[in-house]
């Protein structure tokens, strides 16, 4: 499927046309524009014509009314923090930063739901809620917007327990490309009627509709808290006890690995002097005695893999300081090497596949010029490598390529995915037939043809360029 590249001129008459709509929240600063085409990967910077910044729904549509109308192209903008460029206006057109839209529309605590608008982010709502004992659960480390979090189908470290947002979303408001507005479901728990619209726009990066608005779900604040870590003698022992956690069903609220390379980045950069081998995280939530008798059965597990060094967090504060280290991983991975450019690629495989996979793809990074990390959400399966890279140095940039490419023929091979939470973007395209075969992916074609015939939402995404003839 291609897509005729608009004219300057078109262009230029569709920007007055929406300065017309927006007044100074329409804007064509280069330095604007150059950050709404990068995320916070390897992937070029591509910049879109103009940014807008819209405040409604109804705001979104009339934008993209205007984008049809013209035949440009539009890209959503959430948060900026995505990792396969699905940002980058690989055909130039209009970003659409849904930043502005940050309201929480309604909360409802006996439901255990809340309404909010694309552009408020996890954190935010989280704050909202505070006094409602109530909290949302998916937690990807950056401070994520809900709509973006929505369209790439995110996940992170309390996937383990409360799912991804494939799970947690439950409607969506969204703006198709012709500009006509969408409700995906109502709030109730289940339903029958009709098509699965919601999970059709989870996970599509913006190249089926625009989200405007997100339904979640909540949950209930847990009576305690407790935070623990171990070192083992390898990544396998490592792996087989998260392994082994989870056949047993124990419910830990989050459980992440860090190879030896990991915590020592951790460690220089959140000023931690955690013991630099292979390490699993661990959060235990619920009454007292539960998380007693889950931290035992755990602590067995793991000793029978020769875990040692176990260190306890209960208080908050501590608690969050083992976190923030987690979740500021791929900037202390940046800090090894300023002026260097992480490629953070991830897969997600079947767990019986899982320490062999986190095994070879750290192996092959050995020889690496560049330093290279693992780390994993092991409990469901996924997990990442992080190579800190020249983007300068044709060498390195194909030798990260060979080893992301290796990374995702073995989990494929595996039965898994070329990616667990990172989405695919353009970055990742490529592998969709070899995971789908040809035939689905026609079928996400046909999808893709019938909501956006013109091919302006997010162009170039997800779906590998067609084969002529």
């Keep these: ?83 396969e460029g699905h940002l ?26 809340a309404t909010v608008q694309a552009g408020v ?27 973006g979090m929505a369209a790439t ?22 703006v198709l490309a012709d500009g006509r507005i969408v409700k995906t479901a109502n709030r109730a728990r289940k339903s029958s009627a009709g098509y699965d619209l919601t999970r059709l726009f989870v996970g599509s990066e913006g190249t089926l509709g625009l989200i405007t608005e997100v339904t979640v779900r909540l949950h209930g604040q847990p009576e305690a808290v407790r935070a623990a870590i171990c070192t083992f003698p390898d990544v396998a022992s490592a792996v087989r006890t998260a392994i082994e956690t989870v056949q047993l069903g124990v419910p830990v609220g989050r459980m992440e690995f860090l190879d030896a ?45 020769g875990a040692q060094g176990w260190s306890f967090a209960d208080g908050a504060e501590e608690r969050a300081r083992l976190w923030h280290a987690r979740h500021e ?33 750290c192996l092959e990074a050995t020889d690496a010029p560049f330093p290279a990390a693992a780390v994993g959400h092991v409990g469901d399966g996924n997990f990442h490598m992080s190579y800190v890279i020249d983007v300068s140095d044709p060498a390195e940039v194909a030798h990260a390529e060979q080893l992301n490419a290796a990374l995702v023929k073995r989990a494929l091979e595996a039965g898994g995915t070329c990616t ?30 019938a909501l956006d015939p013109q ?4 162009p170039g995404k997800v779906l590998p360029p067609a084969v002529e003839g």
């Design 153 to 174: 189908r995110a996940s992170g470290t309390a996937a383990v327990r409360y799912g991804t947002m494939r799970e947690n979303v439950v409607s969506l408001t969204v």
């Design 88 to 113: 980058s206006a690989l055909h130039g057109g209009i970003s659409i930063d849904m930043r502005r839209m940050d309201k929480v529309l309604a909360v409802h605590p006996q439901d255990l739901d």
């Design 420 to 449: 667990g939470e990172h989405g695919v973007g353009y970055g990742k395209a490529r592998y969709l037939v070899a995971e789908h075969g040809a035939e689905a992916v026609d079928v996400m074609r046909l999808l893709k043809d």
């Design 261 to 305: 390379a990991a915590i020592r980045a951790v460690n220089r950069h959140s000023g931690l002097s955690l013991a630099e081998a292979p390490t699993l995280f661990f959060e235990f939530a619920g009454s007292l005695a539960a998380i007693a008798g889950e931290t035992e059965t755990v602590a067995e597990i793991a000793g029978s893999h």
């Design 329 to 361: 991983f791929h900037y202390a991975m940046l800090a090894l090497r300023p002026g260097a450019t992480a490629w953070a690629t991830d897969a997600c495989v079947p767990v019986s596949a899982l320490a062999s996979c986190i095994e070879a793809a």
């Design 455 to 458: 091919n302006i939402l997010n």
């Design 121 to 147: 982010t996890r954190k935010q709502l989280n704050a909202h809620l505070r006094d409602t004992g109530l909290f949302f659960a998916i937690d990807p480390g950056a401070d994520a917007t809900l709509g």
């Design 1 to 83: 499927m291609l897509r005729r590249i608009s004219s300057q001129e078109n262009t230029a008459a569709l920007i007055e046309r929406l300065r017309a709509l927006l007044g100074d929240r329409c804007t064509t600063s280069l330095s604007e524009r150059e950050h709404h085409g990068r995320g916070e990967s390897y992937h070029p910077m591509r910049a879109p014509d103009a940014v807008c910044y819209p405040l409604s729904t109804e705001e979104v549509a009339g934008i993209v009314r205007l984008c049809a109308q013209y035949d440009v192209p539009v890209i959503a903008f959430g948060a900026g923090t995505s990792l």
